[in-house]
């Protein structure tokens, strides 16, 4: 009896033993060792499957999305001599125009953040998608100039829906791959603005710009269909504490690419403060959130300033050129006013095809700067060059002369648009991911409001005091990246702060 009670007392003993060690200590021998006790999370299962089949389809269905988005932004610079010949515009009311549209824009870029980040990418980039070509197929039937306003700021409001599919292409990347891809897709950027030039050059001068705007919408018909092959985020699906649908979606995409996941099973704690404004004002990204507002700004202000400068540069025939056409010497305006129906020439729209050109040009140099000087070198880099060359646009040179500088001025913008985009991605957690770049969108849109007021009004008064503007902010905000305290390269995603 003795010896049974000793036998028990034992096996008791070892039952507390077992209670009290932790779960990744409790490894047995042999058949004991199983993958049970192995962990992974979403990020070593992204890195674990690598890049493969899946990716390509999300480079080139989201990469898609981006024709649309800069057939929208663009079609402003197209159609801008039309209305105005039209309605008999005055400057201001052109720029508005460009201004409604990003105050659409900078009102849905938070709200689409915040949604995004506690329903889900993909609803939101979805929504956004039927929205804006909705309301941009309803502007083609604008009857007056107060309706068309209105209509293409509902454009803008879906368009910022829309830009979230940014993140959601950023969460499935390896990181590795963020700096190669994510520049590429300023391909799809191209397309979508040579796409409308295009489609200005062949439709307006036979069927008008409402024609224009109706085929535009045609791409977004057939992007609607190819939405079904991208899955939510796994990050997102995580955050929300939907662990089960995030693995059947890595498990999809590891068959889709041949691959596997790691051993073990997935877990990762969710987070109820999804989408919260305290993340990105909290000590750890006060500084990085300020600095990058303002980079936001600054980036669309450049960007949106080289689109509309070079249009009105071309449409005005303001540039100081040495061996002008007759062309170029019809001003807009004379000693008895305002000449309201001055449309864009062949000469114009293909000037405009290969400033936009520039912007795919210089991917190579862009991916280049990413991996050896990182994103914030990158930044300071492409916005003091882009300074630069603003100003070298008030010097007098040949037409072929000008056609450089704005290939160059175009390639530059859009290049820091690009390293901008990348590094808010990589830099905020899951948790905010949406919401910050939700807020920096909308920073980035006062921007693009303040821009058109810039380049066409001002414009028409001095080319020089149009064009400083640009060249300071590009040159202030270069100096404030020194100031950020975090450089992304390299680095694994955040899932919380």
């Known amino acids: 009896m003795?010896?049974?009670?000793?036998?028990?007392s034992s096996i008791q003993l070892q039952d507390?033993?077992?209670?009290?060690?932790?779960?990744?200590?409790r490894q047995g021998k042999g058949n004991n060792n199983n993958n049970n006790d192995e962990t992974f999370t979403v990020e070593d299962a992204v890195e674990f499957i690598g890049f493969g089949r899946f990716h390509i389809l999300l480079f080139l269905i989201m990469g898609s999305t981006n024709i649309i988005e800069a057939m929208e932004i663009m079609l402003l610079a197209v159609v801008s001599p039309e209305i105005r010949c039209e309605w008999r515009l005055q400057d201001w009311q052109v720029a508005l125009v460009s201004t409604m549209v990003f105050l659409g824009f900078m009102v849905c870029g938070i709200l689409s953040g915040y949604l995004a980040d506690r329903y889900g990418r993909w609803k939101v980039v979805f929504g956004g998608f039927v929205w804006s070509a909705y309301f941009s197929l309803l502007t083609s039937f604008a009857p007056s100039y107060g309706w068309f306003i209105f209509l293409r700021s509902m454009v803008g409001c879906g368009v910022?829906?829309?830009?979230?599919?940014?993140?959601?292409?950023?969460?499935?990347m390896p990181a590795k791959y963020r700096a190669i891809l994510l520049p590429l897709a300023t391909v799809f950027w191209m397309i979508g603005s040579m796409l409308?030039?295009?489609?200005g050059m062949l439709v307006v001068p036979s069927f008008g710009w409402r024609w224009m705007i109706r085929l535009s919408v045609t791409p977004s018909i057939i992007l609607l269909f190819l939405f079904k092959f991208i899955p939510e985020s796994a990050r997102y699906n995580v955050s929300a504490g939907n662990v089960q649908g995030a693995l059947e979606t890595l498990q999809k995409i590891a068959k889709m690419n041949r691959s596997s996941l790691p051993p073990g099973r997935l877990v990762e704690s969710?987070?109820?403060?999804?989408?919260?404004?305290?993340?990105?004002?909290?000590?750890a990204f006060r500084r990085t959130t300020l600095l990058l507002w303002y980079s936001w700004f600054v980036a669309s202000f450049a960007y949106y300033g080289s689109v509309l400068s070079s249009s009105e540069l071309l449409e005005k025939n303001l540039l100081c050129v040495t061996d002008p056409d007759p062309e170029h010497l019809v001003k807009h305006t004379h000693p008895d006013g305002l000449c309201f129906c001055i449309p864009f020439k062949n000469n114009d729209y293909q000037t405009l095809l290969i400033s936009c050109l520039g912007e795919v040009a210089l991917v190579p140099v862009n991916i280049c700067l990413l991996n050896i000087l990182g994103r914030k070198l990158s930044m300071t880099m492409l916005q003091l060059v882009a300074a630069m060359l603003f100003m070298l646009l008030n010097i007098c040179s040949s037409m072929f002369g000008f056609t450089v500088l704005l290939f160059l001025l175009r390639a530059l913008v859009s290049m820091n648009f690009n390293v901008v985009y990348i590094y808010t991605a990589e830099v905020y957690p899951t948790v905010a991911r949406s919401l910050g770049m939700g807020f920096c969108t909308s920073f980035s849109r006062i921007g693009g409001m303040i821009a058109p007021f810039i380049s066409q009004v001002l414009m028409s008064q001095s080319v020089v005091l149009a064009l400083s503007p640009f060249a300071v902010t590009c040159v202030i905000c270069a100096l404030g990246n020194f100031l950020l305290p975090i450089e992304t390269r390299g680095r694994a995603l955040l899932q919380n702060s």
Do not use: M, N, Y
């Open 270 to 283: 969710s987070v109820k403060e999804r989408g919260s404004w305290r993340v990105l004002l909290s000590p």
């Open 16 to 25: 507390v033993e077992l209670q009290e060690k932790p779960a990744h200590k």
């Open 2 to 8: 003795g010896d049974a009670a000793q036998l028990v």
């Open 160 to 172: 910022a829906g829309v830009s979230q599919g940014f993140v959601l292409k950023t969460e499935f």
């Open 196 to 199: 409308i030039i295009v489609l």
